[in-house]
């Protein structure tokens, strides 16, 4: 069976020979200027998934380094390269188009929660706790936005259990003056955590990422 | 006191367990998912993803652990 990774430009240069999960060889097929990276694999055991997630990881992460990738969700599996060209045939350029549109740029995550307070009594309080914190988060997340605004070409945000997880799509370029002036912020009542750079996921076209 | 956002530079080769949470959470919740891959009909394969969700559930959780300066321990799993 084979396991995705990635897709990347056919008309950017593969990194040096790779060794994926379990250290299989990492192969590409290409289809209509999109590159597809993949290993074969006997099998993929529960045993170990850490360490095969990583070697995922590992992989994605050698692509993305030079060049604008679409990442699968590990671990995504598929028959046999017949199924890889059938799937990639269909596939292939909508997955260019979105290569083209994000070309150059990365995503930038901003994950804000708020400081540990002691939970308010009764539902109502809660509520009411909850809906003031989310304002906060709200205007921190306001903030970071502000600070590296033209920086940011698009940002979305998503409500999650514990706060607020904003995703910035920035040029590659600019990651070392976005986590710069993000960085600099002074932030009260709230922790934040800025990572990436990141495959551009949050941005892609449902109709790609759905496929 | 106001305190200063965390930076987590990924691919810098300075992973602690909150960028290791945070690789797996992207790994296993971000990017292209094909419908009808084999990954829904292989129980083995189920298993990987059950068992790495189960920790990935407590990212946010264990960012809450993350003081100003001072890195408290992750509380064992059991806890997150």
Redesign the interface.
């Known amino acids: 069976m084979l396991l995705l990774y990635c897709m990347a430009s056919e008309a950017g240069a593969p990194p040096a020979p790779l060794r994926g999960v379990d250290g299989a060889a990492v192969e590409h097929a290409d289809e209509a200027g999109v590159r597809c990276y993949f290993s074969r694999l006997e099998s993929l055991p529960a045993r170990d998934a850490r360490e095969q997630a990583l070697g995922f990881h590992q992989v994605v992460s050698a692509v993305f380094r030079s060049a604008t990738v679409v990442p699968f969700r590990f671990p995504t599996v598929l028959a046999d390269e017949a199924a890889l060209r059938r799937w990639l045939g269909e596939r292939a350029s909508a997955v260019a188009r979105e290569l083209q549109r994000l070309d150059g740029q990365v995503q930038m995550e901003l994950r804000i929660s708020a400081e540990a307070a002691a939970a308010p009594a009764g539902g109502r309080a809660y509520l009411e706790a909850r809906r003031d914190e989310l304002r906060h988060l709200g205007a921190t997340a306001q903030r970071a936005r502000d600070a590296a605004g033209d920086l940011i070409a698009e940002a979305r945000e998503r409500e999650t259990q514990h706060g607020l997880r904003c995703y910035c799509l920035v040029r590659r370029a600019d990651v070392a003056a976005f986590q710069q002036r993000v960085g600099a912020l002074e932030l009260e009542g709230a922790r934040l955590l800025v990572s990436g750079p990141w495959p551009p996921t949050e941005f892609l076209a449902p109709d790609v990422v759905n496929a | 006191m ?10 810098a080769g300075e992973e602690n367990d ?3 949470l ?3 959470d ?10 009808g ?3 829904i009909s ?1 129980a ?2 189920d ?3 059950v ?2 969700n189960v920790v990935l559930t407590s990212v ?2 264990a ?2 652990y ?1 003081g100003k300066g001072d890195q408290r321990p992750l509380p064992p799993p059991a806890e997150r």
């Open positions: 106001p305190a200063k956002p965390e930076i987590l530079t990924v691919g909150i960028s290791l945070d690789i797996l992207h790994v296993l919740n971000a990017g292209v998912v094909i419908q891959s084999l990954v292989l083995g394969v298993l990987v993803y068992g790495l946010e959780t960012l809450r993350i």
